[in-house]
């Protein structure tokens, strides 16, 4: 995969990007690969970003928790690179509605997307209580894949959110794309 060599200076440009981020409130934002001290720093860095904001503790919980299951989805099913890495995107931000989001982003197959868009379109058709007996149904009849799951993962993120997945594919070349996808994740009481 041919990565575009400094398209712009940062120097230059370094408060263009934080404005940017100011602008759309990206509170976190973290671009490369996935390890276990990655995931252990993640996860602090994010209870602290949520520490910071004020999140409620039963909100802040969600948003880890949808974050959790995000890292393992990429861990397990990302595209790994020669180096048996997976590259990724993680964002978390405050929207419009002023609730939480996570946005994560990896690189797949054309193949998994196929899987992905499929699995993501019928998700987001279902009502909440079609979701829940779903979700009950995975459980108690669904075996573990060879990757280690139940394929609940983003059953799961949906029930934590309680929101539908927005989702794109940016294809990169003639054999992968790279897959986003955003969680709002609605407020609770505290």
Not at 95 to 117: D, K, P, Q, Y
Not at 155 to 161: C, E, G, S
Request: glycine content about 4%.
């Amino acid at each position: 995969m041919e990565v575009a060599k400094h398209p712009f200076n940062l120097v230059e440009n370094a408060w263009s990007l934080k404005s940017m981020m100011i602008q759309n409130q990206l509170i976190m934002v973290y671009s490369d690969h996935i390890t276990a001290k990655t995931y252990e720093f993640l996860m602090h860095l994010a209870e602290d970003k949520l520490e910071h904001y004020n999140a409620s503790y039963k909100n802040k919980k969600r948003i880890l928790n949808v974050l959790v299951e995000t890292i393992q989805n990429i861990a397990k099913h990302g595209y790994k690179d020669s180096n048996n890495t997976v590259a990724s995107l993680f964002v978390i931000g405050i929207n419009e509605e002023n609730n939480f989001f996570v946005l994560s982003g990896n690189t797949v197959t054309h193949e998994s997307e196929a899987n992905l868009r499929d699995k993501l379109d019928h998700l987001n058709s279902l009502e909440t209580t079609e979701l829940r007996e779903l979700y009950r149904y995975s459980i108690e009849n669904a075996g573990f894949t060879d990757k280690g799951g139940a394929g609940l993962g983003f059953i799961d993120i949906m029930r934590k959110a309680k929101s539908k997945l927005n989702y794109h594919f940016t294809p990169i070349n003639e054999e992968h794309s790279f897959f986003t996808f955003k969680v709002n994740i609605a407020q609770s009481e505290s």
